[in-house]
């Protein structure tokens, strides 16, 4: 057996590297970074962000860090993600890159075949979630067309309004004047009887 140097060695050991995210600068990470220490964290990168909000520096530091057979740890999902389809997005790409991801509160951990399973189950259910809001939706409009109604803006002029636009007009009177009498914008009306 040939020895092996000490950077080979390096090479193969995981790190476990942590982020941390808190919403606004009142906020205090504290309670985050202190799990994630005690958990082992190698080092953690915290930024002070909306969840909502998709600039995440230190997000992307880390990522950027992570290394193969890495491990990303966060206190809670909610902290890495803005929404489920987000976080699954993120947790696709890290294992793309061959790193795991673990979640302390709720106990997942994506190096395991537990944690891989649920997040196939969080995948399943986003995707349920989205087809059945496209069906929802798909039904709504034919409900409404079968009721006579069509989707989009009401017209600003309805027919009635139109034809007495057009007398006006042949009779002369400004398209200025037209408006001010219709009620509506000159723009409205060009688009209407031009």
């Not at 491990?71 to 947790?91: F, I, K, N, Y």
Request: a positive charge; proline letters at 4%; one cysteine or more.
């Amino acid at each position: 057996m040939t020895p092996t140097s000490e950077t080979d060695n390096c090479a193969l050991v995981s790190t476990l590297l942590g982020y941390a995210r808190v919403s606004t600068a009142d906020q205090n990470p504290t309670l985050q970074t202190d799990a994630l220490t005690a958990a082992g964290c190698y080092k953690i990168w915290t930024d002070v962000a909306s969840g909502s909000k998709d600039d995440r520096p230190q997000l992307a530091a880390v990522i950027e860090y992570l290394r193969p057979g890495d491990t990303l740890a966060v206190w809670r999902l909610d902290r890495l993600g803005r929404s489920l389809p987000h976080l699954l997005e993120t947790v696709a790409h890290l294992e793309s890159i061959g790193v795991g991801f673990t979640s302390l509160t709720e106990e997942i951990n994506t190096t395991t075949s537990g944690g891989r399973l649920i997040f196939t189950i969080f995948g399943a259910l986003a995707e349920f979630e989205r087809n059945l809001l496209r069906e929802r939706t798909f039904a709504g409009l034919e409900a409404a067309k079968r009721q006579g109604r069509t989707g989009g803006r009401p017209p600003v002029l309805d027919d009635k309004q139109k034809a007495i636009a057009r007398k006006m007009k042949g009779a002369g009177v400004s398209m200025t004047t037209i408006a001010e009498t219709l009620g509506v914008a000159r723009s409205t009306l060009y688009r209407n009887l031009g």
